[in-house]
């Protein structure tokens, strides 16, 4: 498992909810190594043609993100995986948001409000998010995902068709 994978937990919150194949067109590939192609090419921006071999090949992760993307694949499985934390009492819906007021100067941009940070600091890492629960970075990793695959659609729908 490389830094940035799905986890166990993760996984087996995710797994559930993912399509079968129909047996009809072959075997998928594991479907856990090509999502965790697609997160790693989300979180790191890598061209598809760049993926790690550790993720298979390439186009086949691209074609079932491309696909999973233009059948609504990915929103229904961050609505499943929602669902499902919230039947389970993990979610807490309660949000309080009001930017209507939240106004600064136009110099209060950017500016520092605290000291700044001691030499020695720096390259300190924050521990670990052990106490986490699975379902949060799940949670994040699939809305990054849909989110993508919002602005792909958007793209391609004002692009101008192109001729092969």
Request: glycine letters at 10%.
């Amino acid at each position: 498992m490389g830094r940035g994978d799905l986890s166990g937990a993760e996984w087996e919150r995710l797994r559930p909810f993912l399509p079968v194949s129909n047996g009809r067109c072959g075997r998928w590939r594991d479907h856990r190594q090509v999502i965790d192609g697609i997160l790693h090419r989300v979180r790191t921006g890598v061209q598809w043609c760049d993926l790690p071999e550790r993720f298979g090949p390439w186009k086949i992760v691209y074609e079932r993100h491309r696909l999973w993307s233009a059948d609504g694949a990915w929103k229904c499985l961050l609505q499943q995986v929602q669902a499902a934390a919230d039947a389970a009492g993990e979610i807490d819906w309660d949000i309080s948001v009001d930017s209507t007021i939240v106004r600064a100067q136009q110099h209060a941009a950017g500016a520092r409000t605290g000291p700044p940070p001691t030499p020695g600091s720096r390259g300190v890492e924050e521990p670990g998010h052990q106490d986490e629960a699975p379902w949060l970075s799940l949670h994040a990793r699939l809305v990054e995902v849909v989110l993508e695959a919002r602005s792909w659609a958007a793209r391609a729908a004002g692009s101008s068709p192109s001729s092969t």
